[in-house]
DNA sequence: ACAGAAATCAACACGGCGTTTATTAACAGA
DNA sequence: TCTGTTAATAAACGCCGTGTTGATTTCTGT
């Protein structure tokens, strides 16, 4: 979404994507109409398709905007980090601080009543960053070797659901924390 | 779903699964209406609200019979093995045989433009079936082990996604050897 | 202050929704 | 094979959200 200047449309697109996230606290995104929304946000309808053309395409903006923002918090762990540096830690840690930080709009996003779309994206993301930190120690690929990464970057991101599904009980550096464990000392150790 | 004895509506919604799962391969079921599904099945419309209230409810009791025979086929490892026996093996080897048998089904429900809610309820059944296993060995629970069981059923559907996004190109059996592989040894042991 | 653009309002045709009616066709059980 | 029951059909209904339009007003950046 190309960014504009004029305060006008700013605060249009932020009424809009606040109430969608309120609205879909609700009920699935699936009934809300866009005569319903711009009654929440008090705009006129022609107003919403001068920005979107649907919902779904406004909620993907929003979709976007998070995604961008899990990206650039993980990438200093992709750029940096020399060879066998502990970079796994503070990039778990990045990751889970950045996503408590918009926990209302992502919880709303990867949890019941989500977009299997996005929720597939952030865990491609996941196994990336996972697939990544895995290389520096061992080049070693394979056919299986997908599904080993698949298997650690799904189990990631179903802790990370659980975690904002009970509203985040523990702060997010000990999800990191226990997430980093499992990483280093596999599931067994700690069982 | 209250089964009927009528071959008429046995009929009838055994064509509407059908073509909906046919629709479903080329498009979200968000824009799957009514009236197209119907145009397909060549059945009158009202007919269709005879038998469900929506695309939804349609897909929602497609679900449930999906659910239910995979809840089935996973039921022995609940009931039947001693404390400590072997039962992760065949019990994810019949689970993933079952779901290879429903793959164009369980492909648009679990994959892309899928259903969160039913990946949620699939994932829910898997923690289950993990922390049962594990509970034979070792009885200790505490806050964060769930978290655990989480991160193990969340990477086994993550992997059942990735193999049936793919169209399966390895045996079921090779998959559930791999995870129950990954759930005895960890996943460090195989990178 | 001014030109340009965004937001508003009212109205439009379109199409899917969910329901109803009368009618026809298929069914299960005797 | 007959019979009462019930599913499926066809046609029509009002309703509502959609996406677009044109004229008008309000706000914006410079």
Redesign the interface.
Known sequence: MEQTDDRRVRKTRRLLREQLARLMEHKSV?EITVTELCRACDINRGTFYRHYADV?DLLHSVEEEIRRGFQQVMDPVFSGGKLGEQVIGPGLQAAFCYLAENADMCRVLL???????F??QV?NLMREFVREQ?RKV?RREGE?????F??????????L???LEQDMPQPPQQ?AA??EQ?MR???????
């Not at 949890?111 to 779309?117: A, F, I, K, V």
């Not at 299986?144 to 080993?148: A, E, N, R, T, V």
């Open positions: 699936r779904y949890c019941r009543g989500g977009d299997m779309e929720v597939q865990e895995y061992n299986m070797y997908d599904y080993i698949t298997y650690i970057a799904a189990g990631c991101i179903g802790v659901r659980q975690w999800i226990l997430l499992i000392e596999g599931v067994l150790a700690l069982l």
